[in-house]
């Protein structure tokens, strides 16, 4: 449903994070979003249903896009995620093309959240850090309802 404001979709990523959690992945999501707000895809974090570590929903929703849209295209478009996305998911946002990120738990908030878990040893690298090395500009907005985008991660890690 196009019209949706950047913390509704937020929202969505949360409730897509719940369902990610509950198939035994770790609990992120996020969703594309074509230049119109209209929702293109979404994604999940596949870690542990498919055992790939690099599995990120930020990550495997980018390389969908990529397949499926060209970067002229993804440049006018926003990634939503629940939490911000990592150095690998931003590279990934960057590579495919990607014009906007939006997202709600910081990466800051995050490590706090979960400390040094081996399962997620979250870096302190923004991913506003990672799209200023680059060559184009990429639009972030966020972190938006931190305390609501992580509720998902408590008594997980």
């Known amino acids: 449903m196009a019209g949706k404001s950047d913390v509704e979709w937020v929202r969505e990523t949360i409730a897509l994070a719940w369902k990610s959690r509950e198939r035994g992945d770790h609990p992120f999501a996020a969703i594309l979003l074509g230049p119109n707000g209209e929702k293109l895809m979404e994604a999940m974090n596949t870690g542990g ?18 397949l499926a849209y060209d970067a002229a295209f993804l440049s006018r478009c926003t ?15 960057y590579w495919a093309g990607l014009g906007r990120v939006v997202y709600g738990l910081g990466e800051k908030g995050l490590k706090e959240l979960i400390g040094p878990n081996p399962e997620n040893l979250t870096m302190d690298l923004p991913c506003r850090t990672v799209f ?12 938006l309802i931190e305390a609501e985008s992580a509720e998902v991660h408590r008594d997980f890690w």
Do not use: I, K, W, Y
Not at 49 to 66: C, V, W
């Open 79 to 93: 990634m939503v995620a629940n939490a911000e996305p990592c150095a690998m998911c931003a590279g990934s946002a």
């Open 132 to 143: 200023a090395a680059g060559q184009r500009q990429v639009e972030v907005v966020g972190p």
């Open 49 to 66: 249903t498919r055992g790939d570590r690099t599995g990120h929903a930020e990550r495997n929703l980018m390389t969908d896009a990529s």
